[in-house]
């Protein structure tokens, strides 16, 4: 079964491209949630409302926590951001 902290392992492979650390140790990283099934949910918290690698980072999370052996589903959320709602719905578009 995966775990949460399986999760933020994987994520801590995603770095902001402009800092060179991960997304995890900037504390982008909010609310993870994985369930029995292997469903897994987290949230992106970009440094600033205008960050423009925010999508490039979502997707990118998106690719490391799914490539877990375990994972079926997984939903990531970008909040704080002034296109979030675009965003996310292109993050669910690629499901």
Not at 29 to 38: A, F, P, T
Not at 44 to 66: D, G, H, R
Request: aromatic share 4%; glycine share 6%; hydrophobic share 45%.
């Amino acid at each position: 079964m995966v775990t949460k902290e399986d999760v933020l392992n994987a994520l801590k492979t995603v770095a902001d491209p402009h800092m060179g650390i991960s997304i995890v140790d900037m504390g982008l990283i909010r609310d993870v949630e994985v369930d029995d099934e292997g469903n897994v949910k987290f949230k992106l918290i970009p440094t600033n409302p205008y960050c423009m690698s925010v999508m490039a980072m979502a997707f990118q999370a998106k690719e490391a926590v799914k490539s877990l052996e375990g994972v079926k589903k997984v939903e990531v959320t970008v909040e704080g951001h002034v296109m979030e709602k675009d965003i996310n719905e292109m993050l669910k578009e690629k499901e």
